[in-house]
């Protein structure tokens, strides 16, 4: 299977002035599509992976080759994990940001509490990951935790359910913030799609 990159369902202006179109043009055209075409161009030595989906090879990393496992987790991580990111942002007039409703609303409040406190604790993590990486939530038998990864190892490799993820790469806010992560993660607050996050639940 050749990995194509996914079309957005929004403009890349679409999420201004929180995340602004210059950088989710480059973070989407340049870097997610250089880890698709490095993940494509790693695959081609190995026909026999050419059928399993992006999921299934994450899955499988300690059962793959050693000279495609790092290809894999890198590029098939920076695949992934920009996949999901981009689903579960959405500009503030199609529904992007606010409190979280409903099935999603109450998962968070039997596992953190309220949302303050959720929103509290998943920016913290955000802020401390050392280098680049992603903060996420993701879901053990109903209970939702947050974890961090390092670089774009991702959690379906540990068997981890995901339902929501931020990148805190600096490709995903230099240009806006330079070294600012802190207002970064705040504003993205102001986009994320909680019905899209509820899907994944
Ligand atoms: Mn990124």
Redesign the pocket.
């Known amino acids: 299977m050749k990995f194509e990159l996914p079309q957005l369902g929004y403009e890349y202006s679409a999420l201004e002035p929180f995340l602004d179109e210059k950088t989710m043009e480059i ?1 989407h055209s340049k ?1 997610h599509q250089t880890y698709v075409n490095n993940l494509n161009a790693a695959l081609e030595k190995h026909p026999e992976l050419a059928e399993m989906t992006i999921e299934k090879l994450l899955q499988s990393l300690d059962t793959l080759l050693e000279d495609i496992r790092m290809a894999v987790k890198n590029h098939g991580g920076g695949h992934f994990n ?1 996949s999901f990111f981009w689903t579960m942002m959405q500009s503030p007039q199609q529904g992007g940001g606010g409190e979280p409703q409903g099935m999603i609303a109450e998962a968070i409040k039997n596992s953190f509490g309220d949302f303050t406190t959720f929103k509290d604790s998943f920016s913290k993590a955000s802020l401390s990951v050392f280098g680049s990486g992603w903060a996420w939530v993701i879901n053990e038998n109903g209970k939702l935790e947050i974890i961090t990864t390092s670089n774009q190892e991702c959690p379906i490799s540990k068997n981890q359910k995901p339902i929501l993820v931020l ?1 805190v ?1 600096e ?2 806010y230099y240009l806006n913030y330079q070294n600012r992560r802190a207002d970064y993660i705040s504003a993205w607050w102001s986009v994320v799609d909680w019905n899209a996050v509820e899907k994944n639940l």
Do not use: E, I, S, T
């Open positions: 973070h870097h920009h990148d790469w490709h995903a």
